[in-house]
Every structure is written in structure tokens, then in C-alpha cells.
């Protein structure tokens, strides 16, 4: 099968400050074809990259692919691979980083292409003068936002947007309301204390000490981020394009949860229905609250 796909190579960012601008670029040189090479288990006969002005293409022959999603595969493999050595010589990674964007759209892969291909793009509007630029508040949760609305790759997004949620944790106001609910009274602390003291290894003491940081409450994690939400927020159910409504209840935030943690494992893939259609309404609610509307967390 002969397979050809365009790609750019890009730079993550750039820096620029009032006096200085500075960023960084990349060309591939030495263009040469590359045969018989075992990219996990797929046989590839011929990879050559080919220059296309500002662009370039992937030009491969593999016999071993049965169907576009091993072809995509294939090609994403080789792209996280060649981005990596892009980046081993870096000399100002500070002021940008080098990754291949795929152009799967343009993808052609024999006897597997789609009859039709359709391209859209949505516009949207913001009314400037809706924008209220007196007393910005909250900065290191736009920050956060903004991270998460620049980054291209899912997973960044999700550890971006969680962030806002571990961020009203640890607020003075989600403070107070579940300080008294406490998981250990002080007779509990007093034995913990007292058991603390027969350690001879200092670690091993602060390890016993540790269960007694305030976060170890009656409630869990998910108890309390669903009754700060509701209670203090009045955030009681998200809208999900207009159409769909979801409850906030400790069941969606354990999954939301659940899922930030996962993606540490490896062979991990993030379901992209709990990122657009759980995670993302909240955090954007959660914004509204903070940003429009002026609550005061502190």
C-alpha cells in the first residue's frame, strides 16, 4: 500500500516581550529514503519525507496495513518519533518546542480512501463590549484556562481544567465549610500523635501524622466537590450544547476524578466525552461564577 500525507512542523510557542522577540524554526534536511524498518509490528518498505515548499510529506510503502486506523496509527507513531529528535539538539526549547502537526484530512492511503470529504468550519462571535475589563480578578484560574484552551493535545487540556477544580479545594471558603467535618475527633488524634512518637524513622512519622491533614474528612474528595459546586456555585446541572443536561452529583465527579487520575498509567486513553461533555461545562460554569459574576472564594 502506498500511503502519502502531508504534515507541517510547527513550534509550541514563542517568546515575546515588550524589547524582544524571539522563536524558533526547524528544517529537515538529508531527504533520503529509509527502507525495511518494523514500526511495531508494521513492515514498512519504503518511508521517505519529500519537501512541499513550506510543507512537507510522509511517502510510504508498508504492506502490513490492513485498514486507515492501522495507517494513522502508524503515521502518528512515526511523527511522536521524528518530533522527539527534533528536540534533542534544541538549543532554546524556553522559547518553543517542535512537534509534527499531521494533516490526516489530505491522507491518502490506497483502496481506503472516503468516497466524499466534507471540510467545515464554525464561526463564532464575542460581543467586546460584554467584556469587563475592570478588576480582573482570579489570574492564576485564567491562567489555567487559557493553558487549557492553547493547548492542541487533549490529555494537557484535561490536567489544565482539572487544576481550576484542585484550586477551589484548597479556597478559604471550601476550607470552612468542611472543617468541621473532620474525619478523626481529637481522642483519634491524640492516639495518632501518640503513635507517631513510637516511630524511630522521622519519614515514617510524618507518614502516620500525614492522615491527619484537614482533607481527611467525613466526606471524600467527590462528596465535597459535588456540595461545593451545588451548595456555594448553585452549579446543580450542566447544559451540553443545548440539548443535553447532565446532574453535577457525586457519581459525574467521581468519574471526572477517576479519570484525571488514570491518565498517569500507562496504555491509558482518555474518553474525550467526559473532557468536552462533563469536564469542560463545569469548569466553564465554575468560570462564569468567578470571572462574570464576581464570587468571592477568599
Keep these: 500500500m502506498r500511503i502519502i500525507c502531508p504534515f507541517e ?26 527502507q525495511d524498518i518494523n514500526i511495531h509490528g508494521n513492515i514498512v518498505q519504503e518511508l521517505q519525507i519529500v519537501r512541499k515548499e513550506e510543507k512537507y510529506e510522509f511517502q510510504i510503502i508498508c504492506t502490513s496495513c490492513n485498514d486507515i486506523v492501522q495507517v494513522k496509527s502508524l503515521l502518528s507513531d512515526i511523527a511522536e518519533l521524528i518530533s522527539f529528535y527534533m528536540n534533542v539538539n534544541n538549543t532554546n526549547p524556553h522559547h518553543g518546542t517542535y512537534y509534527i502537526e499531521m494533516d490526516f484530512f489530505d491522507l491518502k492511503a490506497e483502496g481506503l480512501e ?8 464554525t464561526e463564532d462571535r464575542l460581543n467586546v463590549s460584554s467584556v469587563n475589563f475592570n478588576d480582573i480578578n482570579h489570574e492564576e484560574i ?27 479545594e484548597n479556597c478559604e471558603k471550601y476550607t470552612q465549610l468542611f472543617v468541621k467535618d473532620r474525619l478523626f475527633d481529637d481522642e483519634d488524634v491524640n492516639k495518632v500523635r501518640q503513635l507517631a512518637k513510637t516511630m524511630g524513622d522521622q519519614r515514617k512519622k510524618d507518614i502516620v501524622l500525614g492522615i491527619l491533614k484537614p482533607k ?18 448553585g452549579i446543580a446541572e450542566i447544559n451540553v450544547l443545548h440539548e443535553y ?54
Design 9 to 34: 512542523i510547527k513550534s509550541s510557542h514563542k517568546y515575546s516581550d515588550i524589547s524582544y522577540r524571539h522563536g524558533n524554526k526547524l528544517a529537515l534536511t538529508d531527504l533520503k529514503v529509509v
Design 114 to 121: 472516503p468516497p466524499v470529504k466534507m471540510g467545515m468550519t
Design 216 to 233: 481527611y474528612t467525613i466526606k471524600n474528595r467527590a462528596q465535597k466537590l459535588a456540595e461545593f459546586l451545588n451548595d456555594f456555585f
Design 245 to 298: 443536561f447532565f446532574s453535577v452529583n457525586v457519581e459525574l465527579i467521581e468519574e471526572i476524578i477517576k479519570t484525571r487520575h488514570k491518565l498517569y498509567h500507562k496504555g491509558v486513553q482518555l474518553d474525550e466525552k467526559i473532557l468536552w461533555f462533563k469536564l469542560y461545562p463545569i469548569i466553564l460554569d465554575v468560570m462564569k461564577k468567578l470571572i462574570i459574576e464576581k464570587y468571592d472564594i477568599s
Design 142 to 168: 485564567l491562567e489555567h484556562f487559557y493553558e487549557g484552551a492553547r493547548t492542541e493535545l487533549p490529555k494537557s487540556k484535561y490536567f489544565h481544567w482539572f487544576t481550576i477544580l484542585e484550586y477551589l
